[in-house]
């Protein structure tokens, strides 16, 4: 019984960082910067997105749809959005990724919802070790929530 619960706190400790990523920052191969949002909109909303930067006091808006505001003029035509699957947005931003402010965060916004993630430079991780690393986590994630489930946490 007490090894259960130790077990069930142990494991509910692991899973919380997975849970909570639903904002994600990498470098894909081109050297662009990207950024994923996976927050889910709210049913009656209209979907909106907004994704931005900040360093220090300075807070940067790299690409929007919010009506009424607008990306700064240095990030237009660079950056792009694209929808993901099954929701969320996924934005690339061409042509920064050297000047990046050594400590940033990164924000998004959907539907008025706000994720955001603190990322130092040196901590940018390139694309494809992300989307290995999520991978390798979701292999061992089924068997523990079948396992979860047996011990009734
Ligand atoms: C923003 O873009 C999304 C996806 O293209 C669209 O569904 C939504 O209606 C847009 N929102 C506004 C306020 O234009
Ligand atoms: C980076 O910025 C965040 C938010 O402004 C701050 O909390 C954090 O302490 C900073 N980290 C470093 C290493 O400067």
Redesign the pocket.
Known sequence: MLTSLFLCGALGVLLVPVRSQLISVCVEEDEDLRVDCRIKPKPNK????EFSWSSGTKESLINT???GSAAEVQFRDKSEVV?LDPYGYRMTLKGFTNTIPHNTTYMCKISGQVQNINVEKEQLQPCSAVSLFLKSSWSWIVPLLIFLYHTHC
Do not use: D, G, K
């Open positions: 209209i979907t909106s997105y749809n919010v009506s929808e």
